[in-house]
């Protein structure tokens, strides 16, 4: 599911396509896919739901700033981060139970 967040950005955690259609993938973090025929069916569907309405939330309500660095394994993506107030919007969703730390964070929705 993708989420528009403002005139031509569209939301699904981590990937974040962003203004001018520059897709992020943000570092640090990682959430459920929001796909059928996954390892945690519907229960992993409706997490990844609440992950994007949460980031969604997050970035509507708040002033954020995006550091990018670089080029992900894909070559199609930014690495970025998105930080509110200094802490990196990752920490929100994980400390919310709605992401895992990555790369080494158990990925519980299994």
């Not at 739901?49 to 700033?65: D, G, H, I, K, M």
């Amino acid at each position: 599911m993708l989420i528009r967040l403002y005139p031509n950005w569209e939301l699904e955690p981590p990937t974040v396509p962003a203004r001018f259609r520059q897709n992020l993938r943000l570092q640090s973090y990682d959430t459920p896919e929001p796909h059928d025929g996954i390892c945690g069916g519907g229960a992993e569907i409706a997490l990844a739901n609440r992950a994007s309405a949460r980031l969604l939330q997050l970035l509507n309500t708040n002033p954020f700033t995006v550091e990018t660095f670089g080029i992900d394994g894909t070559g199609e993506r930014t690495l970025a981060t998105i930080r509110i107030a200094g802490r990196d919007v990752g920490d929100f969703l994980i400390e919310e139970g709605l992401a895992r730390r990555w790369p080494d964070g158990e990925e519980f929705w299994c």
